[in-house]
């Protein structure tokens, strides 16, 4: 379909057919009377944030839609939004209405369907709408082909809300027109029309949803809160205290070197290992430094503890203080293979006692093993000593020592060398609280911590959704007369 503007010659063509009663002419800006074929005035071209062009095609609601017009409507003196007329191949009207960066798609409805409900309500389909506001524009700019006569005078519009629905009144002179109205994302019109930038967002817009879908949060949040508690309550009721590491350390196996444990696995979900350290001291004090080692990562967490106990007669009166244990948690342990890293001192030393050795052929390597099982390791060609829990844990060492100790005595038996039955029955006797520490470590069952802490930042999450949506709909009627909120 075309037309030959009779002010300027130009064709004014659109890729549809429709009875057109007026259209303004593309070059000249010539309002045009189409029936007459005459010119009636000249009009502004629509410029101020225009982003969609007469004869341009888009899918909406998937339908194409080919706009048709275009008309910028200005109240006071400096407030302005857009009108896109749309129309689809078999004669089907929509409407895109644009304000700071808001859309809204609109609808022509039957005017007897909306009822009035006194001054401030509305009713459509037995869904109700509060009155925000009355304005009073006109035309500031157009371009396009019209159906119906343009009308330049003074014309009214009013707004009916109810979420992000909207009934819209326009009344122009005696015509009244309703259309239904909801917002539109931009991202949807982006996508429809294949636009790169569109503009940007002012404010908060007439039927603009929440940021966030609250009933859907809610939705989702409630599921996974079920589902968190389910597995906790299962992890909860499998799981019981379990002793993973217990052993006695004497402090001249650990003093000025660190003594590697035989490994431990935990199985099940992370959780806290809690560790009691105890030894004998009397006036004086102890430290126990302890380095929990991932075999699968090599990540270790380290801590250290001192234990110290002091007592005395003062005054007449006898006092005490620091006692001889000592615990503390590595929190959310993960399921794996550990074993710990051990050193600890005391003060004034520790009394000396024998131990079965042996020296290795070439005198690279001196092993020994004292009355607890502990196996020292001295590298004779670097002077440095390594203990290790046991035999089994040295066989299996991957670090420098456990490679040289493997080279040097490759499958014969360490124990049978170290002659441990006749050294168990010599030495054994040979043990003072005051020359070790007890080490206790247990794995507890899954905290509840964690657990408790998901559970109130979603309860937080659903108030604060509340609070922000409030204050969100107390922004967005601001600008009404006929807010349901408080205004300040």
Not at 160 to 172: A, F, H, K, P, R
Not at 257 to 270: A, D, N
Not at 394 to 402: I, P, Y
Not at 451 to 461: H, P
Request: charged share 20%; hydrophobic share 35%; with cysteine.
């Amino acid at each position: 379909m075309h037309y030959t503007c009779p002010v300027c010659n130009t064709e004014n063509n659109i890729d549809l057919t429709f009875r057109v009663e007026e259209y303004i002419c593309k070059s000249c800006s010539s309002h045009i009377n189409a029936d007459q074929n005459i010119s009636k005035r000249i009009v502004k071209k629509p410029i101020e944030n225009v982003v969609l062009e007469v004869g341009q095609k888009g899918i909406l609601r998937s339908t194409e839609y080919i706009v048709i017009s275009i008309i910028i409507r200005k109240y006071g003196t400096h407030t302005f939004w857009r009108e896109y007329a749309l129309k689809d191949k078999s004669g089907n009207d929509l409407f895109l209405s644009e304000s700071d960066g808001h859309w809204v798609l609109l609808e022509t409805i039957p005017n007897k369907k909306f009822i009035g409900r006194g001054r401030t309500l509305g009713e459509y389909n037995g869904k109700t709408y509060r009155w925000y506001e009355t304005t009073d524009c006109n035309i500031h700019s157009a371009a396009g082909f019209f159906e119906d006569t343009l009308k330049f005078s003074l014309a009214t519009y009013k707004e009916y809300v109810n979420g992000t629905d909207m009934i819209s009144l326009e009344q122009s002179g005696s015509k009244i027109e309703y259309f239904k109205g909801q917002h539109i994302s931009k991202n949807e019109i982006k996508k429809a029309f294949n636009i790169p930038n569109l503009p940007t967002y002012s404010g908060i817009g007439i039927v603009q949803p929440f940021y966030i879908n609250i009933k859907q949060a809610i939705n989702i949040l409630c599921i996974s809160a079920l589902f968190i508690c389910l597995i906790q309550a299962y992890i909860y009721s499998t799981r019981t205290n379990h002793i993973v590491f217990k052993e006695t350390i004497q402090f001249k196996d650990v003093s000025n070197k660190e003594l590697i444990s035989k490994s431990f696995i935990f199985f099940g979900g992370s959780a806290p290992l809690q560790v009691k350290v105890h030894t004998g001291v009397d006036n004086s004090w102890a430290n126990v430094q302890l380095s929990l080692v991932n075999e699968s990562t090599s990540e270790s967490v380290y801590t250290s503890k001192d234990i110290e106990k002091y007592s005395g007669y003062e005054g007449g009166e006898s006092w005490s203080e620091g006692s001889e244990n000592e615990e503390f948690n590595i929190c959310g342990v993960a399921p794996g293979k550990y074993h710990f890293v051990i050193s600890a001192e005391k003060q004034g030393g520790v009394e000396s006692t024998k131990v079965a050795s042996y020296l290795s052929p070439d005198g690279n390597v001196l092993l020994s093993k004292d009355a607890f099982g502990i196996i020292n390791v001295v590298n004779n060609i670097t002077k440095t000593s390594t203990s290790f829990g046991d035999t089994k844990t040295l066989e299996n060492d991957k670090t420098e020592t456990g490679k040289l100790v493997q080279k040097t005595f490759g499958k014969q038996n360490l124990d049978s060398l170290l002659n441990l039955n006749a050294y168990n029955a010599e030495f054994t006797n040979l043990v003072s609280e005051a020359n070790s520490v007890d080490i206790i470590a247990t794995w507890l069952p899954v905290s509840f911590w964690n657990f408790t802490i998901i559970l109130f930042l979603m309860i937080a999450f659903f108030i604060l959704c509340y609070i922000g949506k409030y204050y969100f709909n107390v922004s967005k009627w601001k600008n009404s007369s006929n807010s349901p909120y408080p205004q300040s």
